[in-house]
């Protein structure tokens, strides 16, 4: 008898410890697959917002910023996501008009952004210039300037990504109309026997130049921060060119179809916490929204840091985008 009481006790406290596992609720936040993979940031922030939330947060990934305001228009309103993680400045206004956002109520003021951030509907959590990262072993006199890149017959090999599905990709086209206007067509003509190939996503590309297939990759001007703090190693560097490096902000927001709105709004205003934004110089290489209180790693200390910051509205995007990427694929095609 006492050995059954015994067991009743044991298998009920094991039911109400399940029970009360199970009861926790989930937060379900899209992001893209560097951002939660295995050297993103992804694991530190959902140990740390998991630590003060009484949540699970579950990472849903798509391969890019773009493949995610992708499935987003696909999904509608039956969307399961609770929030988002991962949108940029560039697709701002396009992921806006999915009617699928929510404002985010949360203080955007004192921001470490070199531009100023009044959006009700985003938050920016971290940015960075881009950048063509090279290795100084290999390329001794990297181009001073986008032009000389582009115009030199006998210039470096590039890798870049698809402005179609890419984030970077879509920024470099932005970068290209920037610098050259209604010329930058006859740019990627002059540019194209030099680009080894286009690839979906950063990823692959950043990894293409690591095998040696290129001279040069489209990144950021922090990626060489990763090389010096995880490789110990000084050889990669980011070229600086003369007419200015287009911006790039990160961008998270939350769904108005949340289920859990008060823990998508808790989320919102953890972005712009400590606990997020430090996570973010060596978790995502990139400028947090944010400087934490410890400051920069010193690996940022000695980063090409651009005096002109290049940049469309997401509104002159969202009009644009559809013309740019089309002129760029007849460019590229001939």
């Known amino acids: 008898m006492l050995r059954r009481l015994i067991l009743s006790v044991l298998s009920l406290g094991l039911a109400t410890g399940l029970a009360h596992a199970q009861s926790k609720p989930t937060l379900t936040v899209y992001t893209y697959s560097s951002f939660a993979g295995k050297y993103g940031p992804g694991k530190t922030v959902k140990e740390r917002f998991e630590a003060v939330c009484g949540c699970e947060l579950a990472w849903v990934t798509s391969e890019d910023a773009g493949s995610m305001v992708g499935r987003l228009r696909l999904e509608g309103d039956s969307t399961k996501a609770d929030a988002v993680v991962g949108l940029d400045m560039n697709l701002a206004a396009e992921a806006k008009a999915l009617g699928l956002f929510a404002q985010h109520g949360a203080d955007v003021k004192d921001l470490s952004l070199p531009i100023q951030w009044s959006d009700e509907t985003f938050i920016p959590f971290d940015w960075g210039y881009l950048a063509f990262v090279y290795d100084a072993n290999k390329l001794s006199d990297p181009p001073k300037s986008l032009k000389e890149l582009v115009e030199n017959p006998n210039g470096p090999k590039v890798v870049l990504q698809d402005p179609r599905t890419s984030a970077p990709g879509l920024g470099f086209l932005l970068w290209m109309r920037q610098v050259y ?154």
Do not use: C
């Open 181 to 334: 206007g209604d010329k930058a067509d006859e740019a990627w003509t002059k540019l194209k026997p030099r680009i080894v190939t286009f690839t979906k996503g950063w990823s692959e590309a950043y990894g293409l130049f690591m095998k040696g297939e290129a001279d040069m990759v489209m990144s950021y001007t922090t990626s060489p921060a990763y090389h010096i703090v995880a490789e110990k190693k000084d050889n990669y560097k980011a070229a600086a060119f003369s007419e200015g490096h287009y911006l790039h902000v990160e961008l998270a927001g939350m769904t108005r179809t949340t289920k859990q709105p008060e823990l998508a709004r808790k989320f919102m205003e953890f972005v712009l916490s400590e606990p997020f934004q430090s996570a973010m110089p060596e978790g995502n290489w990139m400028m947090p929204a944010k400087t934490p209180q410890a400051g920069l790693p010193a690996a940022f200390e000695g980063l090409v840091k651009p005096t002109k910051a290049l940049l469309f509205t997401p509104e002159e995007v969202q009009q644009n985008r559809r013309a740019f990427t089309d002129a760029w694929l007849n460019a590229t095609a001939r």
